[in-house]
């Protein structure tokens, strides 16, 4: 099955692609010795893949809700040329998509070059769902090793409640799906040089829900010396949604949850069960917790624990973070999608004008002056441009300000705005560049097809992903050049190009409303 469609979940935003799992040649496939036992993969024509390798203990029983436990060693050879299930997650019936009750889910994949060879630097990527859906082994990484000859490694970790769900007096509590990408990391620096890649240059990357959990270890203690460099695609460590951003009347909404609501909210979610104590959850059927009303809300990683000891903006502002060279940036549109599917039908322009005073208050008639609505096509369009700056370009930008004080930073939007739709019905409004709309130029699949001017954008992202991830730095022979913060860079289909990205997105308005 090709990439179908980008979904927006309950809890924030995400773009979850389902691409097809390839035939896999099994017979005599190679076999490496992991520390946990050897595996077998398969080769293809240009790689090896290695899907569904443990990574740590099943988290079910007694260990769901608790930190990941090390692998259980096998005897023997074990076949990794399967993926492993997707972490438990509730049916999306917005995509017609079935969810998953599995919980025994912490597997990691390995794709590298087919010619043995080594140390390759390393790219662990943590996927999108609005911490709530997806599976690592959706993101096809063909391409990235192939052109970048680099080893990729993605990772599936425990979502939504069995991930986020905070009850009180429970030892790391609200970050167990972080604990787990924590883990995985660790898996990789023991690992990694088995299959051929260099444990210490191991760059971590990833978009919307993988770029907030990027955003968490760069100031988690726990996650000190597992990586060396980081790419954020859609998720900045300032991150919150304004007052109808997720549809008409959703509330304002901070992403990393504060300790004392999210127990509260942890509290009344056992309550709404039949429980007051997290050993009566643990009795509970994985399908009875999905089902629980208040399961959404689970889902925002909580901070004020010892994975994520204080929010990550605080820990960026106070300089409490790791020292490793950033690639951070978003969508030109991040938000038309989001509007495309709160807004249904989509926004008037009496709507346009009642949801900017709601949101914005005092500061509404600036906002209302910046964004008029003779300069959109429409009211969803006018709506989707505050709420991509306000929410996500200069939230990044703002980020990007404080990490260039101490290291090195390449700031980029993705600004393909004749992106293609990844979605099985036309969208009531051009979306733009919208948010995923640049996975298919990093992460190929045959449902979607690049234009040729779209496929030379392509070859340029993956050679400075995969340059950054060798060097610390994009630039290298035949890319367009990339200079560091405070300049950005336009990655568009006319040709990768300089850009002031604070003007393009009216980062100086935003600055000045809280």
Not at 52 to 80: F, N, Q
Not at 144 to 149: F, I, N, R, T
Not at 167 to 181: K, M
Not at 256 to 261: L, S
Request: aromatic share 8%; proline share 11%.
């Amino acid at each position: 099955m090709s990439i179908k469609r980008i979904l927006f979940a309950a809890a924030g935003l995400v773009a979850v692609l389902l691409p097809a799992t390839p035939a896999l040649a099994v017979a005599k496939g190679p076999v490496v010795r992991t520390d946990a036992g050897l595996v077998r993969g398969a080769v293809l024509e240009d790689r090896r893949v290695f899907h569904g390798i443990p990574y740590a203990a099943p988290p079910v029983g007694e260990l769901r809700w608790r930190s990941p436990r090390p692998p259980v060693p096998w005897k023997g050879v074990r076949a990794t040329t399967r993926p492993g299930p997707a972490c438990a997650q509730a049916p999306n019936d917005l995509a017609g998509l079935p969810g998953s009750e599995a919980e025994d889910c912490l597997f990691l994949n390995v794709t590298t070059p087919r010619a043995p060879s080594g140390p390759r630097p390393v790219m662990v990527y943590l996927h999108g769902g609005g911490f709530v859906s997806g599976a690592g082994h959706d993101y096809d990484a063909s391409r990235l090793v192939a052109e970048g000859d680099v080893v990729v490694v993605t990772v599936g970790y425990r979502l939504g409640v069995f991930g986020f769900l905070a009850h009180p007096g429970e030892p790391g509590a609200g970050a167990f799906g972080l604990e787990d990408q924590q883990a995985a990391l660790a898996w990789v620096r023991r690992n990694a040089a088995a299959f051929g890649g260099d444990p210490r240059n191991v760059t971590l990357f990833g978009e919307s829900a993988g770029a907030f959990s990027t955003c968490a270890h760069l100031t988690s203690p726990g996650s000190a010396g597992l990586f060396h460099r980081a790419i954020l695609q859609s998720g900045t460590c300032g991150a919150s949604w304004a007052k109808n951003s997720l549809g008409p009347g959703s509330p304002a909404l901070a992403l990393w949850a504060p300790p004392e609501e999210a127990a509260q909210l942890a509290v009344a979610y056992a309550a709404q069960l039949g429980c007051d104590t997290i050993a009566c959850l643990r009795g509970l059927t994985t399908g009875k917790l999905l089902g629980g009303q208040l399961a959404p809300l689970m889902s925002r990683p909580t901070y004020g624990n010892p994975t994520l000891p204080s929010h990550p903006a605080t820990a960026l502002a106070e300089g409490r973070f790791h020292r490793v060279p950033i690639m951070n940036g978003h969508t030109r549109d991040e938000h038309r999608l989001l509007t495309a599917w709160g807004y249904s039908p989509p926004i008037t322009a009496g709507q346009y004008r009642d949801l900017v005073a709601d949101a914005f208050a005092a500061d509404a008639p600036r906002v209302a002056a910046r964004y008029p609505l003779s300069e959109y096509a429409s009211p969803s369009e006018a709506w989707s441009a505050i709420m991509t700056d306000a929410n996500w370009a200069c939230p990044a930008q703002a980020d990007d300000r404080t990490l260039a004080t101490r290291t090195t930073v390449y700031a980029f939007d993705f600004a393909d705005r004749t992106a293609p739709w990844q979605g099985t019905t036309p969208p009531p409004f051009p979306l733009g560049a919208y948010h995923g709309s640049e996975l298919p130029y990093l992460f190929p699949d045959p449902g979607v097809r690049l234009t040729p001017r779209q496929e030379r954008l392509s070859e340029a992202m993956i050679g400075y992903w995969t340059r950054f991830a060798r060097t610390g730095s994009p630039n290298g022979p035949g890319l367009p050049r990339w200079s560091p913060y405070p300049a950005g860079q336009s990655l568009d289909a006319d040709g990768p190009r300089p850009a002031d990205l604070g003007a393009r997105h009216a980062c100086d308005l935003w600055n000045g409303i809280s």
